[in-house]
């Protein structure tokens, strides 16, 4: 395994990679990987001849007071967890960007709800940093994860709009033991904020519980939720068709129910599959 830092050096590779007819895979990350961007790699290890993580701490998708200048680094670590997954480069460039960039990468509707809602912009910059990932790695597939299941769709919307020749796949939300939905941001929280945390996946279970007994009235589902959240402030908690992501009143398919809170000074999202029976 490598580690290459700049632009130039990762397309010479991806270039020499091209001319040996090799499939490319790709997990596009914020570094300080756990588990959950490890389930990613195993994922598409079997599915590529040469496996490229990215670590770039994003700034076009950090709002002005969120937590660009905090977000926790450990590139020496990364690299452990990713040589343990079989992967061939990781790429953690320090001049991604053109100086000049005037290009934004936007997508509609998909982004109006939800994360997109609670953070004007970040979408955006979500999108406009896979788009030039996308073309600075050309992948054949890329995997990104359900834990930030708006993101997927929206990328999924991206490539789609945009024609790029690279298959998504999504990869399942990836716990902690007691449920806490696996995040870098985790570890900002004291030992008295995780216990609280731990009150997302609770709401979310209370939820897919009430629906599999055979509760069909959303807003009734969103009370069952919602009674179990000890969050500090609440961004949304929704239940969605998993498509659209737009809010259903009632529980007439399989759904989505995800929600986005505050403990303390950290944002943690978390959703579940609804089933519908
Ligand atoms: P991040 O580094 O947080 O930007 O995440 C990079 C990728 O890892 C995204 O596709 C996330 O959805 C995915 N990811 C983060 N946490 C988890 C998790 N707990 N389970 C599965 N995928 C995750």
Redesign the pocket.
């Known amino acids: 395994m490598e580690t290459l830092t700049t632009v130039a050096a990762l397309r010479e590779r991806v270039r020499a990679w091209q001319t040996e007819g090799l499939r490319v895979g790709f ?8 588990a ?2 490890g ?2 790699m195993a994922l598409a290890r079997p599915r590529c001849d040469r496996l490229v993580v990215s670590i770039f701490v994003n700034p076009l998708q950090f709002g002005p007071n969120e937590d660009l200048s905090r977000y926790p680094r450990d590139l020496a670590g990364d690299e452990r967890l990713c040589a343990a997954e079989g992967v061939d480069v990781v790429f953690a460039p320090t001049d991604f960007y053109p100086p000049d960039r005037a290009t934004t990468v936007a997508v509609a509707g998909l982004t109006e709800g939800l994360c997109g809602a609670a953070r004007p912009g970040h979408f955006d910059g979500v999108t406009t940093v896979v788009a030039r990932l996308f073309g600075v790695v050309q992948p054949q597939l890329a ?6 299941f708006q ?2 769709a929206v990328i999924r919307r991206m490539t789609t709009d945009l024609g790029l020749p690279v298959e998504i796949v999504g ?5 902690d033991p007691d449920g806490l ?4 941001r985790n570890t900002y929280l004291s030992a008295d904020e995780r216990s609280r945390a731990l009150s997302l996946s609770a709401a979310l279970r209370a939820v897919v519980n009430a629906a599999t007994a055979g509760e069909r009235d959303v807003d009734t589902l969103r009370a069952a939720g919602r009674a179990a959240l000890q969050v500090d402030r609440l961004d949304y908690f929704e239940i969605v068709d998993p498509g659209t992501l737009a809010p259903l009143a009632t529980l007439d398919r399989p759904a989505r129910v995800l929600v986005a809170g505050w403990i303390g000074r950290t944002r943690l999202i978390d959703n579940m599959a609804v089933p519908w029976i």
């Open positions: 997990v596009p990350t914020m570094g300080f990987l756990h959950g961007h389930s990613l995997v990104f994860g359900e834990k930030d993101q997927l990869g399942p939300l990836i716990r939905a696996m995040s870098s």
